[in-house]
């Protein structure tokens, strides 16, 4: 009963920078937190950055530094990207952690990133 929707992916050259959107609608009562996840060709799904709903982030070593996680008031979440790297290519996911269970359960779509060296 919970609805992700991503946007803001594209071409970009190494350096350059994107803002990640993440749309929920539903029950979104039904979450306690959020993050991004991304999976690159022939590699398994990864995980990126969290925020919970007293917003603490975590952060995955690799992007520590140049990305930035966060929520608004109606539960849209963002990933400022900066200083993109061409590893950092990848379908980028949003998801929702389940309050009752803890489980990641909610995924949207997905959003194409390529950056170009």
């Known amino acids: 009963q919970v609805q992700l929707v991503e946007s803001g992916g594209g071409l970009v050259q190494a350096g350059g920078s994107l803002r990640l959107s993440c749309a929920a609608s539903g029950s979104i009562f039904s979450i306690n937190a959020m993050g991004w996840y991304r999976q690159a060709p022939g590699k398994r799904r990864e995980f990126v950055a969290t925020i919970t709903s007293g917003g603490s982030t975590n952060y995955a070593d690799s992007v520590k530094g140049r990305f930035t996680i966060s929520r608004d008031n109606a539960y849209i979440l963002y990933l400022q990207m900066n200083n993109l790297k061409p590893e950092d290519t990848a379908v980028y996911y949003c998801?929702?952690?389940?309050?009752?269970?803890?489980?990641?359960?909610?995924w949207g779509q997905g959003t194409q990133v390529t950056v170009s060296s």
């Open positions: 998801g929702g952690r389940t309050t009752q269970t803890l489980l990641w359960d909610y």
